[in-house]
């Protein structure tokens, strides 16, 4: 997909009305998790679980959970369409 200087790219909190769309995209990439399993992730540090907008539609997550020094980072994912 070509993009322009017109896309607008937003990063944002992962809310609980976006949860469906997160378990989508573990779907697609043949992951293994829950909505449980992204409900504890938002548990555990709900800053760091993040969605991706462009051009105000839903493109993808992350996940960063911080344990003190070390942080971990995971559900990286990225809707097909916006590759």
Do not use: H, K, Y
């Amino acid at each position: 997909m070509n993009r322009t200087a017109s896309d607008i790219l937003r990063i944002g909190p992962l809310r609980p009305d976006d949860l469906l769309f997160a378990l989508r995209l573990t779907r697609a990439n043949g992951w293994n998790q829950r909505v449980t399993d992204w409900r504890r992730f938002r548990a555990l540090d709900p800053g760091g679980c993040r969605l991706a907008r462009l051009d105000g539609r839903r493109a993808g997550t992350t996940v960063c959970c911080a344990f003190g020094p070390v942080a971990w980072l995971a559900m990286v994912l990225v809707d097909e369409r916006f590759r």
